[in-house]
T-cell receptor
C-alpha cells in the first residue's frame, strides 16, 4: 500500500527566504507526482506535475524535483512571499489501476511579513 | 470557463440522517473523483468515474456511501444514516481522463459536512 509522508507538518519562515518542502513515498511504481496548494475554504490548486520519467519541473518561483528510486520529491520556493502561505500537498498516482491520487498530509506554510 | 463546482458548501446534519452532495465537473472532463478530508488527515480516495465504465468504488468506507454520475456530467455522493465520523470536507475533482502521465485533476472547493 502506497504511503505518502510530508515533513514538516508546519513551517514558518520570514518573507524573502528560500525554502524546501519534502515529500516521501513508499512505492516507487508511480506514473506521476503532483504538488498542490490548499487555501482555507477553497479547493486544491495544482502547482506542478512531474512525470515518472522526469527529474524536475519549474513554474515561476517554484521548482519540484523527483527521485523516484529513493521515493522522494522536494518543492523549492524561491523568494517567499506572504501570498505563499497555504497548505502544500503532494500526491502520487500509481502505475497500475485507476487514476486516483494518494495524498500526503501536507505541510502548512506560513510566510511572516 | 467555469471550474469544478460543488454544493452545498456547508452542510450540518443530525446523526442518522441521509445527505446528498453534488459535484458539477468541468465540461468535457470524462473522469470524476470523490475524495474525503477529515480534520488533521490527508485526502482519502472514495470513488472514481471514467466515462461509461463501471466506477471504481474501492475507496468507499462502508455501504452507507454511494455515488452516481449522469453520463459525463453531474455526480452526487449520498451518505445514508450519517455518523459523526463522517464529518469531513468532501472534495470532488475532474480531469480529461486521457493520458495517464500528464492528466491533471482539477478540484472543487469542497463541501464541509458536520454531523452532530
Amino acid at each position: 500500500k502506497q504511503e505518502v509522508t510530508q515533513i514538516p507538518a508546519a513551517l514558518s519562515v520570514p518573507e524573502g527566504e528560500n525554502l524546501v518542502l519534502n515529500c516521501s513515498f513508499t512505492d516507487s511504481a508511480i506514473y506521476n507526482l503532483q504538488w498542490f496548494r490548499q487555501d482555507p475554504g477553497k479547493g486544491l490548486t495544482s502547482l506542478l506535475l512531474i512525470q515518472s520519467s522526469q527529474r524536475e519541473q519549474t513554474s515561476g518561483r517554484l521548482n519540484a524535483s523527483l527521485d523516484k528510486s529513493s521515493g522522494r520529491s522536494t518543492l523549492y520556493i524561491a523568494a517567499s512571499q506572504p501570498g505563499d502561505s497555504a497548505t502544500y500537498l503532494c500526491a502520487v498516482r500509481r502505475m497500475f489501476g485507476n487514476e486516483k491520487l494518494t495524498f500526503g498530509t501536507g505541510t502548512r506554510l506560513t510566510i511572516i511579513p | 470557463g467555469a471550474g469544478v463546482s460543488q454544493s452545498p458548501s456547508n452542510k450540518v446534519t443530525e446523526k442518522g440522517k441521509d445527505v446528498e452532495l453534488r459535484c458539477d465537473p468541468i465540461s468535457g472532463h470524462t473522469a470524476l473523483y470523490w475524495y474525503r478530508q477529515r480534520l488533521g488527515q490527508g485526502l482519502e480516495f472514495l470513488i472514481y468515474f471514467q466515462g461509461n465504465s463501471a466506477p471504481d468504488k474501492s475507496g468507499l468506507p462502508s455501504d452507507r456511501f454511494s455515488a452516481e454520475r449522469t453520463g459525463e456530467s453531474v455526480s452526487t455522493l449520498t451518505i445514508q444514516r450519517t455518523q459523526q465520523e463522517d464529518s469531513a470536507v468532501y472534495l470532488c475533482a475532474s480531469s480529461l481522463g486521457r493520458g495517464w502521465l500528464t492528466d491533471t485533476q482539477y478540484f472543487g472547493p469542497g463541501t464541509r459536512l458536520t454531523v452532530l
